[in-house]
């Protein structure tokens, strides 16, 4: 399949690059790495996403650049679908999206059906950012400072600064080689994980408030709701890295963050250690991910969605 997505970038002329909507570093990573790929091949490339790039992602190189209004679509050959398990995760153009001649899904979520004649999926890889790893690898195409750069934060965030269970051989050869290449490894750092704003802090001060245990503390969960993101003046992308918090509590084997959405539903976003997945549990409410951190949408208020989401995990234990 990277032959073939070697044959159409060669043969080709314009493309459109976007990934799934509350935007992570991992998405980000690769879309930039790719358009600068794309760009030193001589071709026009333009990402665009639905929504902004947070506020600790915007020292990625070109991201100055992104596009949050879909151009015309009959301007591209070929259309980059990055790190999304189905299109519609790259929100309401995805229609528009769907009609460029040419689709290239490369992803690397377990729950991804393939949903392009052309995609490259490894649910093995650490991250999307790995993917385009290889196939830059197999191009021999040169590491600029600013691939690798935005490569190896694809990589680092998507693996969690290298401690999640999706971290193998492969992430730490890619990530020696991107380092080789000119990324810094404590300035990407310092920029995705101590540059949070004062909302942030604020935020959590908070949501921490929330924090409750159920299953035999087995499972720790935390809640996000509208009033306090309005109280507080911070945004849904302050509450990256949230879910995470009561998984590290001794004896939590699942985390979760339940945030409050306009629609009346609840975002679910999940962590879990070892052997426990919560991809099946995601998928069960029609959501999906990777075996140790999943994501899907409950609709109610916060009592019932806790009572169907933590009874489904009952139910697979």
Known sequence: ???????????????????????????????????????????????????????????????????????????????????????????????????????VNIDHHVSNGGFCEVSLIDPRASSTGELLFRILAAADLSLTRGIATNLYAAILTDTGGFRYGNTTPESFAAAGRLLESGASPQWISENVY?????????????????????????????????????????????????????????GVEVSILFSELPDGHFKVSMRSKGNFSVERIARAFGGGGHHNAAACRVKGDISAVRRLVLAEIEALR
Request: glycine letters at 8%; proline letters at 4%.
């Open 1 to 103: 399949m990277i032959g073939r997505i070697h044959d159409i970038i060669r043969c080709s002329r314009s493309f459109l690059i976007t990934s799934h909507e509350r935007l992570d570093g991992d998405a980000l990573g690769s879309e930039l790495a790719l358009c600068e790929m794309l760009v030193n091949l001589g071709k026009k490339a333009v990402v665009y996403n639905q929504d902004r790039t947070p506020g600790h992602y915007r020292f990625l190189p070109g991201s100055e650049a992104i596009l949050n209004r879909l151009p015309d679509t009959a301007d591209f050959d070929v259309a980059f679908v990055l790190d999304c398990s189905e299109l519609e995760r790259v929100g309401a153009e995805a229609g528009k999206i769907r009609q460029i001649k040419t689709m």
């Open 194 to 250: 101590e540059n949070n704003p004062v909302v942030k802090i604020r935020l959590l001060s908070r949501v921490l408030e929330t924090l409750s245990f159920d299953c035999e503390g087995r499972v720790g969960s935390m809640v996000v709701s509208r009033e306090s993101l309005e109280k507080t003046g911070a945004l849904p992308e302050h509450t990256d890295g949230f879910v995470d918090m009561p998984r590290t509590v001794q």
